[in-house]
């Protein structure tokens, strides 16, 4: 079974800090995803990345970053947070297509509160 | 530009009644189609996903959902609920590059006793 792990199912940080929220995958996979979830808009892809040391943005970049060391590793980090990215924060990851067919499997979430 | 619109932010049903949670989307592209579901505290996994061939595609759990080209949509049906279906629902769309997936608002199903 493929399992995606996230460091922290709650956080709490104050306004100003430096978070990281750390997501590794066990299954060898190629593709990695960082989304945000809140209520009433779905989920929101924040960052992806298709391979080592590559990003791509998604929808919502402004305010993180990402950093891709290691194939298993995934890391978001909020330079300065702020109480609007207040959130659950949803990792993923999937083995690469020419199209997205694949399944992407997630970690279990970490609630962040930015005080 | 892909999107999908799922037209119930909540649906409450009857314990042993059937359930209907639609789906429609928009492509310009051939598109693969998902349904993930959520339960309580936890992340999303895959209910059920349409790629190719017959439009009436089965999932975990007793699920399963019809493609439907010419009306754009993908809605998910189940003859028979169980309290253990409360969860919040997302169909996704995707078929652009790099493997971006594209998910709706959710839908989330209450399930009376």
């Known amino acids: 079974d493929v399992k995606v792990t996230q460091s922290s199912r709650y956080l709490v940080k104050r306004t100003g800090e430096k978070v990281f929220l750390e997501c590794v995958q066990d299954m060898d996979h190629e593709n990695m995803f960082w989304y945000r979830q809140d209520p009433g808009l779905g989920l929101r892809l924040i960052y992806f990345s298709y391979d080592v040391k590559m990003k791509e943005k998604g929808d919502i970049p402004e305010g993180y970053s990402v950093s891709r060391e290691k194939k298993e590793r995934f890391s978001l980090i909020l330079e300065s947070a702020s109480t609007n990215q207040t959130s659950m924060y949803l990792c993923?990851?999937?083995?690469?297509?020419?199209?997205?067919?694949?399944?992407?499997?997630f970690g279990p979430g970490t609630r962040l509160l930015v005080l | 530009a892909q999107s999908v619109t799922q037209l119930d932010s909540q649906v409450p049903v009857f314990e042993e009644a059937p359930v209907e949670l639609r789906c429609n989307y928009s492509?310009?592209?051939?598109?693969?189609l998902f349904w993930y579901v959520q339960y309580p505290n936890q992340g999303l996994q895959l209910l059920l996903k349409y790629l190719s061939g017959s439009t009436l595609v089965k999932g975990i759990n007793g699920f399963e959902a019809e493609f439907n080209k010419s009306q754009t949509s993908f809605h998910l049906r189940k003859p028979s609920v169980h309290i253990s279906d409360t969860a919040e629902y997302f169909c996704?769309?995707?078929?652009?590059?790099?493997?971006?997936?594209?998910f709706g608002k959710g839908t989330r199903l209450h399930i009376l006793p």
């Open positions: 993923a990851s999937s083995l690469p297509t020419s199209g997205g067919f694949e399944t992407q499997y």
């Open positions: 996704a769309v995707s078929g652009q590059w790099r493997d971006k997936i594209i």
């Open positions: 492509s310009s592209v051939s598109v693969y």
